[in-house]
């Protein structure tokens, strides 16, 4: 069979091995594809793979070969699932594979925000402990987590992390998901609802789907409801805030910090309102990306294509 990994600079670098995945096919990998040099690079293809690269509904019904799209991540938005389902196409994700990483991401921000490790080690480097009068300086707040109320939102694989290292921090945990009915068994959480959330934690972590009731969830009148001083943290999908009613917060310094591992628009624009915002802290997106993740991703994806070959599928989305 014919595989075509369209974007694979991201999950290998070169610090990964594709050989297992060329032992499945005659395998082409390309680092980056364009939207206008998918149908020259897929069209012999009975297997496409892909991160970030859109599938859209015209694209799949010129791919006449094509019979299985494996998705290099969970979610699956860049597939026209509906045009997949009609050209009988098999379609997989990959779910669970970053958790560890994600949940490790979360408490990374947060301790940013918390210890202001970064900003000091710079004002060492700078020389100003070595001018200081003192055994020790601080320039920014610091904040102790425990006995502090972590708000949750979503408890998938990656939400119950969260609160699971949430815990250990000695933070108290709440949690507001769609069906809190299926874990009722954990008593050391409380479900609430989103609005108590928003108004009760001291810090709120965006650990939910994207979807058309999550979109801007965090906006405008959600931010009027937080304590003066609460932090954000968003670990899910840019989109989930609206990021001028953030600005905005941070900007009046109601909000105490927002620390997030993605945007709306990715890469974004140098621009971008956040980016120049005090009290904000942005990674680049790289909360999946550790090795161990992006291994087990890659083993997680050769298993799924196996399967597909065995007519077992796995992961099947459609």
């Not at 050209?87 to 560890?100: A, L, Q």
């Not at 904040?143 to 119950?160: N, S």
Request: proline fraction near 5%.
């Amino acid at each position: 069979m014919k595989i075509v990994l369209l974007d694979g600079h991201t999950l290998n670098d070169g610090d990964l091995n594709w050989a297992p995945l060329q032992k499945l096919g005659t395998c082409c990998i390309y680092p980056r594809t364009l939207p206008g040099q998918v149908l020259k690079r897929a069209k012999n293809a009975e297997i496409v793979l892909t991160n970030k690269v859109v599938l859209t509904d015209e694209t799949i019904a010129s791919l006449p070969h094509l019979q299985y799209i494996g998705v290099l991540a969970t979610g699956v938005n860049v597939i026209d699932l509906d045009a997949a389902k009609q050209h009988n196409i098999v379609v997989t994700n990959v779910p669970g594979y970053s958790t560890d990483s994600v949940g490790q991401m979360v408490f990374s921000l947060l301790l940013e925000m918390t210890q202001q490790v970064g900003h000091h080690s710079t004002r060492v480097k700078a020389g100003a402990w070595s001018h200081c009068p003192d055994f020790s300086f601080r320039e920014r707040p610091l904040m102790e987590l425990a006995g502090k109320t972590i708000g949750i939102i979503g408890y998938g694989q990656i939400g119950q992390k969260v609160a699971t290292i949430a815990s250990a921090f000695g933070l108290r945990v709440l949690v507001h998901t769609a069906h809190p009915e299926k874990y009722r068994q954990k008593k050391n959480l409380k479900f609430v609802d989103i609005n108590t959330l928003f108004s009760t934690a001291d810090i709120i972590s965006l650990n939910c789907p994207l979807t058309e009731t999550t979109h801007h969830m965090v906006n405008t009148a959600r931010l009027a409801l937080v304590k003066q001083g609460a932090m954000l943290i968003n670990t899910g999908r840019g989109p989930l805030i609206d990021e001028t009613a953030v600005a905005e917060a941070l900007q009046t310094g109601y909000l105490g910090g927002y620390a997030a591992d993605v945007l709306s628009q990715e890469p974004p624009p140098e621009d971008n309102q956040l980016i120049s915002a005090p009290n904000c802290f942005i990674t680049p997106h790289i909360a999946w990306a550790t090795a161990e993740a992006r291994q087990r991703l890659l083993d997680i994806v050769i298993a799924n294509i196996v399967a597909f070959q065995k007519n077992t599928p796995q992961n099947q989305v459609v």
